[in-house]
Nanobody, 128 residues
Framework: QVRLVESGGGSVQAGGSLRLSCEAS??????????IGWFRQAPGKEREGVAV???????TYADSVKGRFTISKDTTKNILYLQMNSLNPEDTAMYYC????????????????????WGQGTQVTVSS
């Protein structure tokens, strides 16, 4: 069973940067072909897709983070990253790592219901 553990969250001022990591344990060699990504949930709001990377390395970003966030992965270590730059208070949320072994169409990549494996989350707080 794959277990996802996020780290790297914290509190920063607007304009600052953070890098989130998500380490997968219990994964087989096929994990490199999984669709994995980052979602976030702010208080009182639904969980939304932020960025996803598939087995081929194709990335999909939410419009709100394009040009500021970069998703990447280290397949040798089964670690997923999210580099977040130019953070603003609207980025404040709990950030979750998600993964699924199936091929997910690009148009559905940011849909939370497509993912069956989730981490516990790491909090990101951006102050103005």
């Amino acid at each position: 069973q794959v277990r996802l553990v996020e780290s790297g969250g914290g509190s920063v001022q607007a304009g600052g940067s953070l890098r989130l990591s998500c380490e997968a344990s219990g994964a087989t060699s096929s994990y490199s072909s999984w669709c994995i990504g980052w979602f976030r949930q702010a208080p009182g709001k639904e969980r939304e897709g932020v960025a996803v990377i598939d087995g081929d390395g194709t990335t999909t970003y939410a419009d709100s983070v394009k040009g500021r966030f970069t998703i990447s992965k280290d397949t040798t270590k089964n670690i997923l990253y999210l580099q977040m730059n130019s953070l603003n208070p609207e980025d404040t949320a709990m950030y979750y790592c998600a993964a699924d072994p199936k091929t997910i169409a690009t148009m559905l990549a940011l849909h939370r219901n497509e993912y069956n494996y989730w981490g516990q989350g790491t909090q990101v707080t951006v102050s103005s």
